[in-house]
């Protein structure tokens, strides 16, 4: 049965749902679209959907997937659009493409992702580079602690690497880090780079746009849809 | 509220999801558009709002109509409350995130008695005075109903008015005089406003009524202290729910809901006539809705939401005389969209446990029967129309079809139970064991659970006249019975007993009582249903403060001649009927379902112009086949 990818971005008020939420609402905004789902046998039937790595409360994502199988082959374009009109305030459907039979799943195709996070306007210029000096050239791990089971990660080693753009207030810092081998949470990330900020509050998740997700292949990032970026090109 | 301060107080909260307000057939109206703007507010939180039937129905009725708008807000949590308190912040509507205040009605529905602080609560972060007679006339106007409205006096003071029994018959009603007034007065005098609602049937003004009591603190009378003020308020009911209002796209929730389905009202009332039961007495009579009507429904339902699972919801679906029909249609309708169909409630009888069997979708892992009492005597006493046969014919059948969770609900402190009656529980459960063992010969385990909530003697019901057992004597009975169940191989859970003993004290309370809960809410009180959050200290204390003894109004048992502080409510069902029922009751006798066995001589039906309405029978079919 063929299988398509979906490009949706989560912004606006729906940044504040849970991935769960997310899962639940784009389900029932698949169901509502009349497209030919194909749905999982058994007792308890439910549609074909697997979804790209979870988004946390608060953080927006500019490109996130999920990938669907239907029972027939579908027009691409408007089946976007009947998709995309079924989606709440907030969740925006992009693009859709058509996978070849055997394609990889969202969790293989994906290893990194870019994740920018606006600065507290405590953030100094000074204090920026220094963060960036340390980030990129020293060879000191960044160690945190989670919370729940006490497992301890290098921060740093979850970052593959980062910039600071200024911006008419304050700046945004850009960070591309490692999904799932080598994933570091993201709160501890957050926790860690404020703490050489000199944050004063915890930073909040509503300051986190995820901007895409992608796989990195010879130094190039390639999205699940197959297009090739460089390095922070949006 | 500003965008960026909304964000920065969601991005503080638990479940933001909660407050958006962008939901899927959520309405947002254009504010200048339109007439006359209510809010409708639900004094518990989203998730247990959203799974509201009333909350559908009314946002859809109002919103369709052209002058009017609704919007929703819930009681917020904790830490929500905390976010606007800190930041001066009032409470706001979802849709347009604008202040209560700015609305012209504020409606809550009264669910139960539990949530009544949170009522407080609201009004207070809303900005709006507590009591009705401290509102300017720039206040919006607050109103109440639901099924607590049956006994408002306790929460009289806070409201300006109470619109008893169903909304869809006079809510539209209640809008269209209050833009009436407006057109007329720009912004109208709170009493011409009043003047005016107290015109419409169902519209109860409490401020009309004053209340004098006797030496010994029992109500001596209640009665209008305004002209032209009725005696008593009668309830308003749709006669027929075919042409009534229903909605097809109803709200879908952001933040999981306790309940994530579509809902056909398969029929309204019930009278199986549980003597316990106030649903079964102010939803009265039976009104079903016909196949074809809830076919349609469902399916329409189904396209809007894309909801996986549709519950056929009344007090209790298999009863409906149109299930043969309405099934199999139901069923075809489904499958090509894989819904699951779903019942919330079961019957004890076999039927139920084969029909629920064969409904597609999810199966919950456990089943649920309420036999409610544990010998046939006391199942009697409450007219619960089930015996032991019964249950245990309906455990082999779930075991039969594999399901291997049963639980079963009792309830402790009945009128007239003894000892005998709590050891019949357990010899239940060990029947319903023995069941199991035949069906599965020890190739599977079965899991029973008994859960056991403790008696409240609700107005207008055949019970309350009766006192509830002292908290003492029922946490007793309840240790007794769990340890005999615990012994024959179930869990037992019995619900917070002091939980159930405020419950009582609100249930039958009186105008004196506002100032308790006043005082209670003042202390921090906040969703008093929820165990975790009820603090019984808090109460004691505030019932001290107010010069009142809780046990005096949970506790009493009333005398038929006395005056009953809710009476000025009228259910339509007859206050005589009661007194017969009560007093079978006492005498162990029961009263027949008047759908299947002739009027049992509630009143209703004349009284009111009404009759039970069933599929196949058209009107009245029971009495033709009186014996
Ligand atoms: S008046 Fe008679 S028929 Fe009507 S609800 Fe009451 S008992 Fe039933």
């Not at chain 2, 301060?5 to 407050?19: D, G, M, T």
């Amino acid at each position: 049965m063929p299988k398509y990818r979906i490009a949706y971005a989560k912004i606006d008020l729906a940044r504040f749902l849970s991935h769960l939420e997310v899962l639940r609402t784009l389900n029932r905004a698949l169901r509502r679209s009349g497209l030919p789902l194909a749905y999982t046998e058994g007792f308890n039937p439910h549609p074909k959907v697997s979804f790209g790595p979870s988004l946390g409360v608060g953080v927006a994502g500019l490109n996130e997937y999920f990938d669907l199988e239907l029972e027939q082959a579908v027009p691409l374009k408007q089946s976007l659009d009947r998709v995309g009109r079924q989606f709440p305030q907030g969740l925006v459907a992009k693009a859709m493409a058509a996978l070849p039979p055997f394609a990889s799943g969202l969790s293989r195709v994906i290893d990194c992702a870019w994740y920018r996070v606006a600065l507290p306007p405590q953030a100094v210029p000074d204090g920026r580079l220094r963060l960036l000096k340390d980030l990129r050239e020293s060879a000191e791990p960044w160690l945190r602690k989670r919370q729940k089971d006490g497992k301890v990660f290098d921060v740093k080693r979850g970052i593959l690497d980062g910039r600071i753009v200024p911006r008419p207030q304050g700046a945004v810092l850009d960070l591309l880090v490692k999904v799932g081998e080598g994933e570091v949470p993201l709160r501890l990330v957050l926790e860690a780079l404020w703490e050489k900020l000199g944050g004063a509050e915890p930073p909040l998740p509503a300051m986190v746009t995820r901007v895409g997700l992608y796989r990195l292949r010879g130094g190039q990032l390639v999205t699940p849809l197959g297009e090739t970026r460089g390095l922070w090109e949006e | 509220m500003e965008k960026a301060l909304f964000e920065e107080i969601l991005s503080r909260v638990q479940k933001p999801a909660r407050y958006l307000g962008t939901e899927w057939n959520s309405v947002k109206k254009n504010w200048d558009r339109v007439a006359v703007k209510m809010v409708f507010a639900f004094p518990d939180l989203y998730e247990v709002g959203m799974s509201h039937l009333g909350l559908q129905i009314l946002y859809g009725l109002v919103n369709r109509e052209a002058d009017y708008l609704m919007e929703r807000v819930f009681a917020p949590a904790a830490d929500m409350e905390a976010e606007l308190r800190r930041r001066g912040l009032p409470l706001f509507s979802l849709e347009s995130r604008r202040p209560l205040a700015d609305f012209d009605v504020l409606g809550f529905t009264l669910p139960y008695e539990m949530t009544f602080t949170n009522i407080l609560n609201m009004l207070d972060l809303a900005g709006i005075p507590l009591r009705a007679r401290e509102r300017a006339d720039t206040h919006p106007l607050v109103i109440g109903g639901g099924p607590a409205v049956y006994n408002p006096e306790p929460l009289a003071p806070f409201f300006d008015a109470f619109v008893i029994g169903e909304g869809e018959e006079s809510l539209l009603e209640v809008l269209q005089a209050i833009k009436q007034v407006k057109e007329r007065e720009g912004r109208p005098e709170r009493p011409a406003l009043l003047e005016r609602l107290g015109e419409i049937p169902g519209v109860y003004i409490p401020g009309w009524y004053g209340v004098e009591y006797t030496e010994e603190g029992r109500v001596r009378r209640v009665f209008p202290v305004k002209p032209g003020a009725p005696e008593r308020v009668r309830r308003r009911l749709l006669k027929d729910l075919n042409g009534a209002y229903f909605p097809e796209a109803p709200i879908v929730p952001l933040a999981e809901a306790v309940h994530e389905r579509g809902m056909v009202e398969v029929f309204r009332g019930c009278t199986r006539g549980c003597r316990f039961c106030q649903a079964g007495i102010i939803y009265r009579p039976v009104r079903e809705r016909d196949p074809q009507v809830l076919q349609h429904q469902a399916g329409e339902i189904v396209k809007s939401t894309g909801y996986d699972e549709v519950s056929l919801v009344s007090l209790s679906s298999l009863d409906y005389a149109g299930l043969d029909e309405l099934l199999p249609s139901l069923r075809d309708r489904c499958s090509v969209t894989r819904t699951g169909i779903s019942l919330p409630s079961l019957r004890v009888d076999s039927f139920s446990v084969r029909v629920a069997g064969n409904l597609p979708g999810v199966h919950r892992t456990s089943l649920t029967f309420a036999p409610e009492a544990g010998t046939q005597r006391l199942r009697d006493v409450i007219n619960k129309g089930v015996t032991e046969a019964d249950l245990l014919e309906a455990a082999r059948a779930a075991f039969e079809a594999g399901w291997t969770a049963l639980k079963l609900y009792f309830m402790i402190g009945l009128p007239t139970e003894e000892q005998a009656d709590l050891e019949g529980i357990a010899d239940l459960v060990r029947k319903v064991r023995q069941a199991g063992r035949d069906v599965f010969k020890g190739k599977k385990k079965v899991r029973l659970t008994v859960s056991a909530a403790s008696f409240v003697p609700k107005a207008h019901t055949p019970f309350q006249w009766e006192g509830q057992v002292p908290r003492e004597t029922l946490e007793a009975r309840h240790r007794f019975t769990a340890n005999l169940v615990r012994r024959s191989g179930a869990d037992y859970h019995w619900h917070n007993i002091e939980i159930s003993f405020i419950e009582a004290v609100f249930a039958r309370g009186d105008r004196r009582l506002a100032g308790v809960l006043e005082e209670a809410w003042r202390r921090g009180c906040r969703f008093d249903g929820w165990t975790e959050h009820f603090k019984f200290s808090l109460w004691e204390e505030s019932f001290k403060a107010a010069g009142l003894d809780p046990r005096f109004y949970a506790g009493r048992r009333l005398g038929y001649d006395e005056v009953l502080p809710w009476e000025v409510i009228d259910s339509g069902v007859d206050r005589r009927f009661l007194i017969r029922e009560h007093r079978k009751a006492l005498a162990g006798e029961t009263t027949p379902d008047c759908r299947f066995a002739g009027c049992a001589g509630c009143g209703i039906c004349p009284g009111l112009g009404v009759s039970p309405r069933l599929v196949g029978g058209g009107e009245r079919k029971f009495t033709e086949e009186q014996p």
